[in-house]
T-cell receptor, first 114, second 114 residues
Framework: DGGITQSPKYLFRKEGQNVTLSCEQN?????MYWYRQDPGQGLRLIYY???????QKGDIAEGYSVSREKKESFPLTVTSAQKNPTAFYLC?????????????FGEGSRLTVL | QKEVEQDPGPLSVPEGAIVSLNCTYS??????FMWYRQYSRKGPELLMY????GNKEDGRFTAQVDKSSKYISLFIRDSQPSDSATYLC??????????????FGGGTRVLVKP
């Protein structure tokens, strides 16, 4: 079955630690995205990539980093510079700029900072 | 003021009732409107999309857009307990815009009681 796989589902981090969230897709989509979801707030875009080896900052990129070395993979690193990292993180993909805007989401990763 | 406003709920209704959800927005350039459904601890999935003003029906779901009032609605007829979820609106100034061009509402939590 085609889809997006995020791991881990739940992650606990101590302050000052970097953590990496995995996102893999087998939909053959060109574009991939990372969103952050906080209670009562809309999804906020962290980073996106429309092609391998290229990515752009979204609205809230500070304290995060990404890479796109393979079409299928778009890992997100939450660095110690992110002041409020506790949130639900969603990875998504879409067929690209010419698509109908439909995003396909993974099941999310919940990060809690202890 | 947020660009897209959505009542967070929860909205509790008895099974079989009509669920009425809405979003208001401030950007008059928005012309592509979507509704996503998100079950607890899962990623959102696209429910419906519509362009410009008017109605669109899909089974028990009806989406309405009133651009003059900057107001969109989603109606769920004959609601079922399986409709219990959070409903997110999303919009874009471009038809078929990529994910980096979408603006999301905060979501409304819906509970359908048997």
């Amino acid at each position: 079955d085609g889809g997006i796989t995020q791991s881990p589902k739940y992650l606990f981090r101590k302050e000052g630690q970097n953590v990496t969230l995995s996102c893999e897709q087998n939909l053959n989509h060109d574009a991939m995205y990372w969103y952050r979801q906080d209670p009562g707030q809309g999804l906020r875009l962290i980073y996106y990539s429309q092609i391998v080896n290229d990515f752009q900052k979204g609205d809230i990129a500070e304290g995060y980093s990404v890479s796109r070395e393979k079409k299928e993979s778009f890992p997100l690193t939450v660095t110690s510079a992110q002041k409020n990292p506790t949130a639900f993180y969603l990875c998504a993909s879409s067929i690209g700029q010419g698509g109908a805007g439909e995003l396909f989401f993974g099941e999310g990763s919940r990060l809690t900072v202890l | 003021q947020k660009e897209v406003e959505q009542d967070p709920g929860p909205l509790s209704v008895p099974e079989g009732a009509i669920v009425s959800l809405n979003c208001t927005y401030s950007n008059s350039a928005f012309q592509y409107f979507m509704w996503y459904r998100q079950y607890s601890r899962k990623g959102p999935e696209l429910l419906m999309y519509t362009y410009s003003s008017g109605n669109k029906e899909d089974g028990r779901f009806t989406a309405q857009v009133d651009k003059s009032s900057k107001y969109i609605s989603l109606f769920i007829r004959d609601s079922q307990p399986s409709d219990s979820a959070t409903y997110l609106c999303a919009m874009s100034p471009r038809i078929k815009a990529a994910g980096n061009k979408l603006t999301f509402g905060g979501g409304t939590r819906v509970l359908v009681k048997p």
